[in-house]
């Protein structure tokens, strides 16, 4: 038998396979799936196995045999591979980087590199050492090398510091040989356990032969005598405050056990959670949950949108699902974003799972996500929740994926493979029959226009929409004969929070009117006075701060007047280093203005504020005030962002100030006031979804206000109280936003009517970077040409400086492709940067293709 794998060569990665021997002794265990070190010229490298024949393509006597199988428990199944194929065609990224991206960060190789004596070695001269007559030190490393048989080679060259050079002589020219071996990063963690005998009782006679000074271990074996349990070695020293050594003698004279033993690294380690029953539905989750049920009873696959307003139980919907799931003896993955898998969030599943929970994110350390990972690979767990990556939990019969938040950005990757994991689950639960819920209190568009698809062909239009009918009715008028989806998602529907407690007032405050007022601090004056009745109320108070956006959209404090490209409904990016503005997307530019194009004011400026500039003014405003900054400076340590939100949940501080990471799934009792800062910073973003953005954000930070009995209320900061996202966010209003938005991006020609593809293009000099970008994007054309019917379905724009126009000291450029329908262009893309793939290795270019993709 052959085995045909997959390697990990960063110079050699195409995606086809090589054939190597199964030696006999690994027959039977060796499976797909499983990761393995091969010889690869003079190294072993990490490779998967990702199918197996009976017989090689090129001669048996070329063969090699596989090197090392590096697990028990194969890390990958059958199905991950052929996922992994998928990626590789649906991302344009290579097989191995999505086999890669699948398994724990402990798995990924890490290469030693060590030397032995070569053939061409002078035997003689290294068995004598440095007797011979020499120039240099050739001998003395031979004869070094010889000594240890083999030598890390960093060891070597440290060993014979300044002979660096001769060393890599002597590999080239065979005297040393350089060999590289696979080490695993993390092992196994391994603690001391004590095996008291199977029948305690035989203790009582050891007891009685103890000498009569020993009373510590006379305690020891009583202890044992009552809890016959194995038990950690540190455990029981320090429960019976005696020394390990005490109980080391009693196992030395063989009366208990002493083992080391694997253990779970488990972070949740030494943390009750409390258990919690189903709660009875109200009745707009059980009409949610019938729907999910009947797929899940039928074994059917089936995606649906569950659009729930925030507070309306969308995650006790997913509780009782999963517990249906589990009834049926399959398995189930939850999706959040890593930002809202908070403590509370584990919590919620933990207490209702138990330990047939595990959880992964990028908190954890490497060796508990391993652990983790592990308890999965090794079906010791049924649940697991965790961020992006978990969509790739080794689970073989999966019966339910749920996406929580499933609008958020942060599920597609935007390092290779640069997949989304909506569109990762629903190709996984296709193949599993399992069912797919989406949830949001602000879906995506593409999501929501996924679902209307199905509306369409079904004729049920108005029915889930509510009473203004279906919002793609006007929308979609021009092509009601669209073909329906054949994965068209159902649409579930949640419009009240549970208990009927009201959706809190969000209050626009324009802050262009404070500035004419003579207000020019970042607090208007109704955010000041209701900040002020808080803290007289001793109630309390989040406020929010965008993270991205600072610095770089230009606005005009008079009249809120942006500056926007003439050619793209998008608003134009200062750049300092040229005191330009410009269009990321057509590549318009101009001088940066003195003065506002449309009030002539001298206020105009780029945008800045950042939260420590808000948390110093707060101190100036409320002496005294207690603020809790939560932000990418105040959360670095492990352990720390857990940290600040117990601290405000025990009412040690009166403001928690944040950025995103005050915007999602927070939920604070005393909390009765939420004011956003500026909720323009994100809307002016040089991205065709600010708008969305801004809805989605403006949606989640509301719903942190008001949740239990005190009533809330918003406070909205803005210098265009006008815009559509703002309005509609301010009334609740998702299917307003959704009509307005949706024209937008069909006149725009943006998702989710046209699909994108972006391409960049980066290289040290500008002139070989201009070569190569316009001609790639001259032969994409050209292709387009040729192999589409030349229909306007597809435009490509560009090539332009990308929106960051140099990183790490390569030059950037940028090309962005729209297109529609189930065309093959992600494909015919890949093909056409594939006859630039000898320019690119000589000269050092480099191409990126994002497909989908969400931050431009
Ligand atoms: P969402 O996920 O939609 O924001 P949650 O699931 O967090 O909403 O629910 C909001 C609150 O309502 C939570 O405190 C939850 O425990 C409670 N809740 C959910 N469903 C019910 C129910 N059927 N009966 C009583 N309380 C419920
Ligand atoms: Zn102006
Ligand atoms: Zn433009």
């Not at 399959?330 to 999706?335: D, F, G, K, N």
């Not at 994926?401 to 190709?427: F, G, L, N």
């Amino acid at each position: 038998m052959i085995a045909n794998v997959i390697v990990d060569v960063p110079a050699k990665q195409t995606n086809r396979t090589f054939d190597y021997i199964i030696p006999d002794a690994m027959r039977g265990w060796l499976a797909i799936g499983s990761r393995v070190g091969v010889p690869f010229g003079p190294r072993v490298v990490q490779g998967f196995v990702v199918s197996m024949s009976e017989r090689a393509d090129v001669a048996a006597s070329k063969l090699k045999p596989i090197a090392q199988v590096m697990d028990l428990v194969p890390p990958l199944t059958p199905e991950l591979v052929e996922l992994a194929r998928w990626m590789s065609r649906t991302y344009l990224c290579h097989e191995i980087t999505a086999l890669q991206a699948m398994i724990p960060g402990a798995l990924k190789a890490k290469y030693e590199r060590y030397v032995t004596l070569g053939g061409a070695a002078d035997e003689e001269a290294a068995a004598q050492g440095f007797g011979q007559l020499s120039f240099d030190n050739r001998a003395d490393i031979a004869a070094f090398v010889r000594s240890k048989e083999h030598v890390p080679l960093e060891q070597l060259l440290e060993r014979f510091a300044g002979d660096g050079a001769l060393i890599q002589s002597m590999i080239k020219s065979g005297e040393l040989l350089e060999v590289q071996t696979i080490k695993n990063r993390l092992s196994a963690k391994k603690v001391l356990v004590v095996y008291p005998p199977e029948d305690p009782s035989v203790l009582e006679a050891c007891v009685s032969k103890l000498p009569a000074g020993a009373k510590r271990q006379k305690e020891v074996l009583e202890h044992l005598i009552r809890n016959p349990a194995p038990v950690r070695l540190t455990e029981l020293a320090l429960e019976l405050n005696v020394g390990a050594g005490t109980v080391k003698g009693l196992a030395d004279k063989g009366w208990i056990g002493l083992r080391e033993t694997e253990v779970f690294r488990d972070p949740y380690a030494g943390r009750e959670f409390k258990r919690t029953q189903p709660l009875p539905f109200t009745e707009e989750q059980a009409a949610v949950f019938e729907p999910i049920q009947a797929a899940l009873t039928a074994v059917r696959h089936e995606v649906f949108l569950l659009h729930g307003v925030t507070g309306s139980g969308k995650t006790e919907v997913y509780l009782q699902a999963i517990r249906q799931c589990l009834d049926q003896g399959r398995e189930a993955i939850v999706l959040v974003p890593e930002i809202s898998l908070t403590p509370q969030m584990v919590e919620r599943f933990k207490g209702r799972f138990g330990s047939e929970v595990a959880v992964l994110h990028s908190r954890l350390s490497n060796g508990e996500r391993y652990d983790e990972w592990r308890k999965i690979a090794l079906k010791q767990v049924r649940v697991v929740i965790g961020a992006r990556s978990a969509i790739f939990a080794p689970f073989t019969s999966l019966g339910l994926i749920i996406i929580d938040e499933e609008h958020e950005t942060s599920y597609k990757q935007e390092d290779s493979p640069k997949y989304h994991a909506r569109e990762v689950a629903i190709e996984r639960a296709i193949r599993h029959r399992a069912a797919v819920v989406l949830g949001s209190a602000t879906p995506s568009l593409e999501s929501y226009y996924r679902a209307s698809e199905r509306d369409d062909r079904s004729g049920a239009a108005g029915r889930q929409a509510g009473p203004g009918g279906s919002p793609f009715a006007g929308v979609n008028a021009g092509r009601a004969a669209a073909v329906a989806h054949p994965s068209a998602y159902r649409l579930l529907t949640m419009k009240e929070r549970v208990q009927g407690r009201p959706l809190p007032p969000v209050h626009l405050v324009d802050m262009r009117e404070e500035l004419k007022q003579g207000n020019r601090s970042m607090f208007s004056r109704p955010l000041y006075k209701a900040i002020e009745e808080r803290l007289e109320k001793k109630q309390q108070v989040v406020l929010f701060l965008n993270r991205r956006g600072y610095s770089t959209f230009v606005m005009c404090r008079e009249c809120g007047h942006t500056l926007g490209c003439p050619h793209c409904d998008i608003s134009l990016t200062y750049h300092q280093s040229s005191q330009t503005v410009r269009c990321h997307y057509c590549g318009y530019a101009e001088p940066q203005a003195r003065t506002c194009p449309s009030c002539s004011s001298e206020h105009i400026r780029f945008f800045g504020t950042g939260t420590q500039k808000v948390e110093e003014e707060l101190g100036k405003l409320f002496p005294g005030i207690r603020v809790i900054r939560m932000d990418v400076d105040t959360t670095t340590e492990k352990g720390s962002h857990e940290k600040l939100l117990t601290m405000f949940r025990n009412r040690e501080a009166d403001v928690l100030l944040g950025t995103q990471m005050v915007a999602k799934g927070l939920d604070f009792p005393d909390v009765t006031l939420v004011g956003v800062i500026a909720a323009d910073t994100v809307l002016n973003l040089p991205d065709f979804r600010a708008g969305e953005r801004t809805f989605q954000l403006l949606t989640q930070v509301a719903g942190r206000a008001g949740r239990h009995e005190l009533p809330g209320e918003v406070f909205v900061q803005t210098y265009t109280p006008e815009h559509y996202s703002i309005v509609t966010a301010s009334g609740h209003d998702y299917e307003a936003f959704l009509e307005e938005e949706l024209r937008m991006r069909e006149a725009g020609g943006y998702p989710p009517y046209y699909r994108l593809i972006l391409i960049t293009i980066s290289h040290e000099q500008i002139p070989m970077l201009v070569r190569t970008a316009e001609s790639l994007v001259g032969h994409i054309k050209e292709l387009l040409l040729r192999e589409t019917d030349g229909s306007d379905d597809a435009m490509v724009l560009g090539p332009v400086a990308s929106p960051i126009p140099r990183i790490k000291d390569r030059y950037r450029f940028q090309c962005m492709i729209k297109y529609r329908g189930d065309s093959q262009l992600p494909s015919l893309i890949a093909k056409a940067a594939e006859a630039f793939d000898d320019v690119c290795r000589q000269h050092n270019v480099q191409i990126g293709i994002d497909v989908d993709p969400q931050l431009l």
